[in-house]
């Protein structure tokens, strides 16, 4: 067992584990440790505990002291000094007229570096820029390209739920979401539909997935032969849901529908007509990059 105290940079940031060393540290104290960027202030969001050894990457960094007043100014004084930078850095991207888009500016608590991030569709020649801020700023520059969940992550909005982005407000870290979730969950396959603010798969679609797979498992497919309660029949629909399905009963020269709980059925047969496959569809397809 190793201890550890969990810190948080941004409001929706990673959690990162550091070596609380002899600071015993609750849950919203802001500290300031060593990383690979520099000296940087943080929040501790898991207070002092002990994790299993495989839980960490080791070598752990110590906690270099609990942020002073002093501390807590210097960071907010960075806040004012990126606004300013962030004017600055579009003016030059104008004046060397890339085709790049800037979505934010984040100085390291020592201003041993600043780091721009933008967006663009290919590749961008960013040379002079760079030489440019650093004349202007006298420390180093970092431009660092980043992709369209991590452009709504730092920009934020409200997503069609019309709750503020999952991304913005909570997501430490984005989890891998497919076509195939949006077909197992029974959604339209409609790109506008399925896909969220920055035009990818929509977060959330994770958020019940081990359930519906779980209900899947036990789930007899539409055109299975199953034994009912009633006689045996042919499962003309499932609800994955409500744990049901609807069953075509023969009975003589009629056929009724029924609805049953899945675990009063059992499957004899299985033809099933159900579709696993997912649809090989460029604009769906995009969606999942």
Do not use: W
């Amino acid at each position: 067992m190793v201890k550890v105290v969990g810190v948080r940079f941004k409001k929706a940031g990673k959690v990162y584990y550091f070596d609380p060393d002899q600071f015993d540290i609750d849950t919203g104290t802001n500290v300031i440790v060593e990383t690979a960027r520099g000296v940087e202030l943080g929040e501790a969001v898991i207070n002092t505990r002990e994790v299993r050894d495989e839980e960490i990457v080791a070598p752990l960094k110590k906690v270099m002291r609990i942020a002073t007043q002093d501390d807590i100014k210097h960071a907010e004084e960075n806040c004012r000094s990126e606004k300013e930078a962030f004017a600055t850095c579009l003016e030059k991207i104008k004046e060397h007229q890339l085709e790049m888009k800037l979505i934010d500016v984040e100085y390291t608590f020592d201003n041993n570096k600043i780091l721009f991030y933008f967006t663009a569709d290919g590749r961008v020649d960013f040379r002079e820029l760079v030489k440019d801020l650093a004349a202007v700023f006298k420390t180093r520059i970092e431009l660092r390209q980043i992709g369209v969940r991590d452009e709504a992550k730092m920009m934020g909005g409200i997503g069609i739920c019309g709750r503020v982005l999952c991304c913005n407000s909570y997501l430490g870290e984005f989890q891998p979401v497919s076509i195939k979730m949006a077909k197992e969950q029974g959604l339209s396959l409609n790109p506008t539909k399925i896909s969220g603010a920055c035009g990818r798969l929509m977060c959330c679609l994770k958020y019940e997935q081990d359930a519906y797979e779980q209900i899947i498992r036990k789930a007899p497919k539409t055109g299975a032969i199953v034994e009912t309660p009633e006689g045996q029949g042919v499962v003309f629909e499932t609800y994955l849901i409500k744990e049901t399905v609807k069953v075509r009963l023969d009975k003589g020269n009629d056929t009724d529908l029924v609805a049953f709980r899945m675990d009063e059925v059992k499957v004899i047969k299985d033809i099933s007509t159900h579709d696993d496959s997912v649809p090989e569809d460029e604009e769906l397809k995009a969606l999942e990059d």
